[in-house]
């Protein structure tokens, strides 16, 4: 029997399949991304060192999604702004993947090569450095909200009559729909934080 001309298993394959397990369940296992890919544990181990190298896989792949590394080089407030957007909806593209990669810590070279370049720039936009890690910190934890909050439905709080609560079905009815309503929330608070910044900075 002749070979495949393309293997069966690679590495490519295996983030990809690794993403659509997390969407689905919210959590990664070997065995299961091996029932996923329809190989078994062992074969998964020719190609990675284990669950550790398939995250750091699903995060690199996740930041080449959210794109141009140049952003770093426009004023602080605009690159937090550019960053956060493409943060957002690349995190609200993959909503599974959320818990996973914030409570999984930082160790790879190309994050902490991310992270050297915001610090440098919070840095000499004046932020002190007891300061920076807050700010970055802060607004990674609102981004991961906001793409969670994306992927919910478009009517979170309902079953609401306006004579009960007259002013939060009021509210609610200001609010756009669909999608709208969750970007609506996204750029006020977005707004919101990079003002409280400029303030702290001018602090």
Do not use: C, N
């Not at 398939?54 to 690159?79: N, T, Y």
């Amino acid at each position: 029997m002749a070979r495949p001309r393309t293997p069966l298993l690679d590495r490519q394959r295996i983030v990809e399949a690794a993403m659509r397990l997390v969407d689905d369940s919210g959590d990664l296992t070997i065995p299961a991304l091996a029932g996923t890919l329809r190989v078994s544990p062992s074969a998964l181990y020719h190609h990675v060192a284990g669950r550790a190298e398939i995250v750091a896989m699903m995060r690199q792949e996740l930041v080449r999604q959210i794109g141009d590394e140049h952003v770093w080089d426009l004023p602080w407030d605009q690159a937090l702004a550019a960053w956060a957007h493409a943060y957002r909806d690349a995190f609200a593209a993959h909503p599974g993947i959320v818990r996973l990669l914030a409570t999984a810590p930082l160790s790879e070279p190309f994050m902490h090569a991310i992270y050297e370049r915001a610090v440098a720039v919070l840095e000499q936009a004046g932020f002190a450095p007891d300061q920076v890690m807050g700010v970055i910190t802060a607004l990674e934890s609102f981004l991961l909200g906001s793409a969670l909050d994306l992927a919910a439905p478009p009517v979170m709080v309902d079953a609401v009559t306006t004579e009960t609560t007259p002013r939060l079905a009021a509210a609610l009815a200001a609010v756009p729909a669909d999608r709208g309503r969750a970007d609506q929330a996204f750029e006020i608070g977005l707004r919101a934080m990079i003002a409280g910044y400029r303030e702290l900075l001018g602090g």
